[in-house]
């Protein structure tokens, strides 16, 4: 559920972004973010522009939200089933995971997955050629190419500790086709996380309509138990805000 503001406001983003450089990917990009084939197109197009590899971040990167994240990962004796299991979906090319990895205070497992091979196999050899060491020897990072609806076809339920969505639901919901998948992955998450976890949206969407939009997927699918709201901050005129979800608890 998007407003009208919320339309405008990554409408024009987006467009500008295309302006400068995929012109012809304005299209795909404004109405098709859900499909495989737009992400494929965005990121072979996007590689040819530079020489050499370099991260692409939506909204900001992994200094601005470094204070939220961090703070949720467990030490290991407060771990009791192992490792802290990260999931952050529709990675694209972005270096938020490979930065939770390096900068955890604690062992982690983070996986990134992204719909798009092309996106996956670009990170795969970014940190094969320039290796991260983590604080932890028994935290892991890895790259995988999957349909974030069809988590259950990867993860057992309440088998996740913390899952990041930085711009993936924005991007299912403002795409034509997109609001059903926005409303499975939804689902699917609040399924393989932990009682104990969290769903980290982060969204440039405003509260009043995250919120409702949320609230009315708990009511009817039962699987959102509760929602703490946070503010971002402010970049080039844009707020974002942090969506920390819960799963339900059923005792």
Same mark, same amino acid.
């Given at each position: 559920m998007m407003t009208s503001?919320?339309?405008s406001v990554s409408g024009k983003r987006i467009m500008a972004f295309c302006a400068r450089r995929h012109t012809s990917l304005t299209t795909d990009l404004i109405e098709n973010m859900d499909k495989k084939s737009t992400w494929d197109r965005f990121y072979t197009e996007n590689g040819r522009?530079?020489?050499t590899f370099k991260n692409f971040e939506w909204f900001f990167g992994f200094e601005s939200?470094?204070?939220?994240?961090l703070p949720l990962l467990l030490p290991p004796e407060s771990c009791p089933h192992g490792v802290f299991q990260i999931l952050d979906i529709g990675?694209?090319? !972005?270096?938020?995971?490979?930065?939770i990895y390096?900068?955890?205070?604690?062992?982690?497992?983070?996986?990134?997955?992204?719909i798009s091979p092309i996106a996956v196999r670009l990170?795969?050899?970014s940190i094969s050629s320039k290796p991260i060491h983590p604080n932890s020897v028994s935290s892991l990072l890895r790259f995988v190419e999957m349909d974030c609806t069809q988590l259950l076809s990867h993860y057992s339920p309440n088998s996740i500790d913390?899952?990041?969505d930085k711009g993936t639901t924005d991007a299912l919901l403002r795409s034509k086709e997109g609001k059903g998948k926005a409303r499975q992955m939804l689902k699917q998450c609040m399924t393989v996380l932990r009682g104990s976890g969290a769903l980290l949206q982060f969204s440039?969407?405003?509260?009043? !309509?995250r919120l409702l939009w949320l609230e009315t997927e708990a009511q009817e699918q039962g699987v959102v138990g509760n929602v703490v709201t946070q503010e971002v901050g402010e970049l080039r005129g844009v707020v974002y805000y942090c969506y920390q979800v819960s799963p339900t608890v059923h005792s």
């Open positions: 503001l919320f339309k522009q530079a020489p939200i470094r204070h939220i994240l990675c694209g090319t !972005s270096a938020l995971g490979p930065c390096k900068h955890s205070p604690t062992a982690v497992q983070v996986t990134c997955a992204d990170m795969q050899e913390l899952i990041v440039d969407e405003d509260p009043d !309509s």
